[in-house]
């Protein structure tokens, strides 16, 4: 069964920008750089679905989280965020060269996850979401019940069984491994999915906590490289050293946070040869 990932984005707060439509067309600008960049993955150009809000759907999942830190990157320097929401799955229809005209679970799974990403005062809590975390993985979608549920753990009950048991799975297998045996507890998606959230949180909470100058540092050094160059490039708007250079990246923590992004795409690529 082939697999697809769908994300669905929005800038936040987009209604507070007074310049909206300087915003829009940037926007814009970086869809058809990325549409560029990534022409080989695509399923179908990058589409904006309504105002600020913009999809894509790409045959590569393990480039997913990659992917929507590019358009991060890109909205810094507009001062802006974004929310995300990214769904595995099938597609029910035929590929079409218009993402708007494809439908499936892909595409259900990422409007729900970016439902319980926007949704911060009630669904972002009960799905124990952190709040500085505006992006949310989902491989499959959700009914209105599911909506209902006051924890993660009572959706993923509601969805694949017990979590209690897979829990008591790998609790046992300590216990006997601390015993002197050994017991190897199958990967379950369950928990593939749950790790690769919590993964994707920890590193937007460290994103979150960046200064306007550790962004703009980091944005530069992925581009570049090389602390010299970063130092030459930002001479003209900041007296910056090779030893500044050094301090702002490992206080944005951004060695952390691209191990992370290379960890997230690893178990993604994990669960797409899962289920194809």
Wanted: net charge positive; glycine share 6%.
């Amino acid at each position: 069964m082939k697999l697809y990932s769908v994300v669905n984005m929005d800038i936040v707060g987009s209604r507070k920008f007074k310049d909206r439509e300087i915003l829009q067309n940037n926007l814009n600008g970086y869809i058809n750089q990325l549409n560029k960049k990534y022409s080989s993955i695509l399923v179908a150009p990058i589409t904006v679905t309504l105002g600020d809000e913009w999809q894509l759907i790409i045959n590569k999942p393990s480039e997913s989280y990659n992917l929507i830190h590019e358009f991060q990157q890109l909205l810094w320097e507009d001062k802006a965020e974004l929310y995300a929401g990214i769904g595995i799955g099938r597609l029910n229809t035929p590929v079409f060269s218009d993402v708007r005209k494809m439908d499936g679970p892909c595409f259900h799974a990422a409007r729900d996850a970016i439902k319980i990403i926007k949704d911060t005062d009630k669904l972002k809590s009960r799905y124990s979401v952190n709040k500085l975390n505006r992006i949310f993985l989902l491989t499959h979608s959700l009914s209105d019940e599911d909506f209902k549920f006051d924890t993660l753990e009572i959706y993923y009950n509601s969805k694949t069984g017990p979590l209690e048991s897979v829990m008591g799975e790998i609790a046992a297998a300590k216990e006997t491994e601390a015993l002197g045996g050994s017991q190897t507890v199958p990967l379950n998606k369950i928990i593939l999915e749950r790790t690769i959230n919590l993964i994707i949180e920890n590193n937007e909470v460290l994103k979150s906590k960046m200064t306007e100058k550790q962004k703009k540092v980091y944005i530069n050094y992925i581009k570049l490289g090389s602390y010299r160059k970063v130092v030459e490039i930002l001479e003209n708007t900041s007296k910056e050293t090779i030893g500044g250079i050094s301090q702002k990246l490992n206080s944005a923590s951004y060695f952390t946070i691209q191990r992370n992004h290379q960890v997230v795409s690893v178990l993604l690529n994990i669960y797409y040869k899962m289920g194809v």
